[in-house]
């Protein structure tokens, strides 16, 4: 938490900074931080108000659904299958070796290349020499 939150946010805090203040200097910052308050009042209000009607317009629908005897996890039956397709991806398969230190490695040729086949490529090897 910022310095600032922490004077703004303890009374004691606040009235000892408060007190450096003109009565014309804490007029004005009270006005403004109430019209900041009136705002995200506001801004709260307008945010309920569409949760309500969000939630009124799902109650209508499933009346809607159980009149008509069909079951909302029918609606949706396909969705489990889009998210399956969304499944981890399957690894890489090695696209080069090599041997280091009397170990033999693999690279899929993803990502940051090796340090070994590095300087092997700045001792002027070339990568297809090491194609699996």
């Known amino acids: 938490m910022s310095e600032f939150l ?25 006005e403004k931080i109430e019209a900041i308050y009136l705002e995200r009042l506001e801004l709260a209000e307008k945010e309920q108000a569409a949760n309500a009607e969000r939630q009124q317009k799902l109650a209508e629908f499933q009346a809607m659904l159980a009149q008509a005897g069909i079951d909302p996890t029918e609606l949706v039956g396909s969705a489990p299958a889009a998210t399956a397709a969304k499944a981890k991806r399957a690894p890489r398969p090695p696209k080069y070796r090599y041997v280091e230190n009397g170990v033999e490695k693999t690279w899929t040729g993803q990502g ?21």
């Open 6 to 30: 922490k004077v703004l946010l303890n009374i004691r805090s606040l009235r000892a900074a408060m007190r450096e203040l003109s009565l014309e200097q804490v007029k004005e910052a009270h």
């Open 112 to 132: 940051r290349t090796p340090k070994f086949l590095a300087g092997q490529l700045e001792q002027g090897r070339q990568l297809g020499e090491f194609l699996i």
